[in-house]
């Protein structure tokens, strides 16, 4: 019997799903269109998830796998590849799904090595080539300036981390029908190779990927004094700051701000660019936001080119008035 089933990886965090998950998901249901017979798992390890199973099949799963053990809690990368290799071997996925993240990247590495299949990691695009039921598997390589379409025919599970941000969720629907198999879990003993001491939330920048507004400041900005005023402004527009590499590399802001090719890829519904050129490295970051203004002195500069709308002129004289207009409005009675 063929199983071309494909297994999302949902990753959790606090009894929440991080949102690549869902988008993840999303994506799942395209490929799965495709596949003949097939569905959608999603697998989330831990406990106290009942609400993310739930939200895993109004997401689009056809099947939750849960895995269910107070062990599996907090992400530790030995605990989690035996469960996710014994699951795997256990349904025989076609194809196996996991977010980017920090912990997404180190897992499917370690799951792919003890399994001897493939995987393509940091993917921007996933197809399927429905009559060799093959997962096309695209991501930029040398430094984004090609576009490599990766294979894996031979071995099963075809294995492919994703970057956040780069698919769209589906909004819940609740009224989906599915099956939750609770997967009661026996960890073997093995020897305690990690032990987490303590955690530290990342603050500056976290929310970026998925903030609904991004005011980004480049080189021009001049320094972290006029990051403060962007900081207002996105706090007035209910969104988060961001920043070109260059100015991260000038210390204006932590690596956490950064966006493009070698920072996060976004995708808000407005985008403002203040000071920043628009480099193609920092364009593969944005360029799947709904609205890009670009604000810049230089009427030349190759941010207008992917702009939806341009201010030409001093970002240190623009970013105020802005402020200022939008604080009027909102003391008017206007919302958010
Ligand atoms: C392998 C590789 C990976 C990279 N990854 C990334 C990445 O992930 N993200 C990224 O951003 N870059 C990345 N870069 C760097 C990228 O090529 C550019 O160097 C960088 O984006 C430039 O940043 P910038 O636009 O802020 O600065 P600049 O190119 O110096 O542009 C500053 C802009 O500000 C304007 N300006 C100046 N003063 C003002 C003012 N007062 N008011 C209004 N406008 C003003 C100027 O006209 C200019 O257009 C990468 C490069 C390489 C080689």
């Not at 990927?209 to 007035?236: C, H, T, W």
Request: hydrophobic share 40%; aromatic share 6%.
């Amino acid at each position: 019997m063929k199983h071309s089933n494909i297994f999302v990886f949902i990753e959790t965090v606090n009894q929440k799903a991080k949102p690549v998950s869902w988008e993840l998901m999303a994506k799942a249901r395209e490929l799965s269109e495709k596949l003949e017979g097939s569905e959608v798992w999603g697998v989330l390890l831990g406990n106290e998830l009942d609400e993310v199973c739930k939200e895993a099949i109004a997401r689009g799963a056809d099947k939750v796998l849960y895995v269910k053990n107070s062990e599996l809690n907090e992400y530790i990368n030995y605990k989690y590849q035996k469960v996710l290799v014994d699951m795997v071997k256990k349904y025989k996925p076609e194809i196996f799904l996991i977010g980017a993240t920090l912990e997404g990247r180190e897992l499917a590495g370690m799951i792919a090595t003890e399994l001897k299949t493939g995987l393509t990691a940091d993917c921007t695009g996933l197809d399927i080539i429905p009559e060799k039921e093959l997962l096309a598997m695209t991501r930029p390589t040398f430094g984004g300036n090609l576009m490599a379409t990766i294979f894996c025919p031979e071995h099963v599970p075809q294995m492919a981390t994703v970057r956040p941000g780069v698919m769209k969720e589906l909004p819940p629907d609740f009224k989906r029908a599915g099956e939750i198999i609770v997967e009661e879990y026996q960890m073997p003993e093995v020897e305690k190779l990690i032990e987490v001491l303590e955690s530290i939330p990342v603050k500056s920048g976290s929310n970026l990927q998925y903030a609904p507004v991004v005011i980004s400041g480049g080189n021009g900005v001049g320094g972290p004094e006029g990051f403060k005023m962007l900081r207002k402004l996105a706090d007035l527009l209910g969104g988060e700051v961001g920043a070109s590499r260059a100015a991260v590399k000038k210390g204006w802001v932590p690596y956490e701000y950064q966006v493009g090719q070698t920072g996060k890829t976004i995708r808000p519904v407005l985008y403002i660019a203040c000071g920043i050129s628009g480099a193609i490295q920092h364009i593969v970051g944005i360029k799947e936001s709904d609205i890009i203004v670009a604000i810049n002195k230089d009427e030349n500069a190759p941010i207008f080119e992917v702009a939806d709308m341009g201010i030409v002129g001093d970002l240190h004289k623009v970013v105020p008035a802005l402020i200022e207009i939008i604080e009027n409005k909102l003391k008017s009675g206007a919302r958010k």
